[in-house]
């Protein structure tokens, strides 16, 4: 039960962030996008996401298959969290004016950058 909850719960987590504010590589081209391309952080977000979830997901998996570096069981779990999580942030992110969202994403990115400044 704890796999399956645990599982999920992380899926889910990691589903919601993904959605709201399009992380995953959308560090650089989230803001790429809309600074360069001048696309609205809804379709900034959206953009990113179609760009790297298929290609990168599929390439980094298999490497790891081939060696026997992946428990199917807890990923399938996790995936089936992630697609709720990545549908409920996607749904709540649109009914998130554009100037918030965008705010939200740089809230992320200052962690990030505090994160990976201040980690040894």
Same mark, same amino acid.
């Given at each position: 039960?704890? %796999?399956?909850?645990?599982?999920?719960?992380?899926g889910? +987590?990691?589903g919601? /962030?993904?959605g709201?504010v &399009?992380?995953?590589? #959308?560090?650089?081209i989230?803001?790429?996008?809309v600074y360069?391309?001048?696309?609205d952080?809804?379709?900034?977000?959206g953009?990113?996401?179609a760009?790297?979830?298929?290609?990168s997901?599929?390439?980094?998996? %298999?490497?790891?298959?081939?060696?026997g570096?992946?428990? +199917?069981?807890?990923? /399938?779990?996790i995936?089936? &969290?992630v697609l709720? #999580?990545?549908?409920?942030g996607?749904?709540w992110a649109q009914?998130?004016?554009?100037?918030?969202l965008?705010k939200t994403?740089?809230?992320?990115?200052?962690l990030?950058?505090i994160?990976?400044?201040?980690?040894?």
């Amino acid at each position: 039960m704890k %796999l399956v909850l645990g599982g999920l719960g992380i899926g889910v +987590l990691a589903g919601i /962030g993904a959605g709201m504010v &399009g992380i995953g590589g #959308g560090l650089v081209i989230v803001p790429m996008l809309v600074y360069l391309f001048h696309l609205d952080q809804h379709t900034a977000q959206g953009t990113s996401l179609a760009i790297l979830l298929p290609p990168s997901g599929l390439f980094a998996f %298999l490497a790891y298959y081939k060696t026997g570096h992946v428990d +199917l069981k807890l990923a /399938g779990l996790i995936l089936v &969290g992630v697609l709720l #999580g990545g549908y409920l942030g996607g749904e709540w992110a649109q009914q998130v004016s554009g100037p918030a969202l965008r705010k939200t994403f740089a809230v992320c990115m200052m962690l990030a950058a505090i994160n990976m400044f201040f980690k040894k």
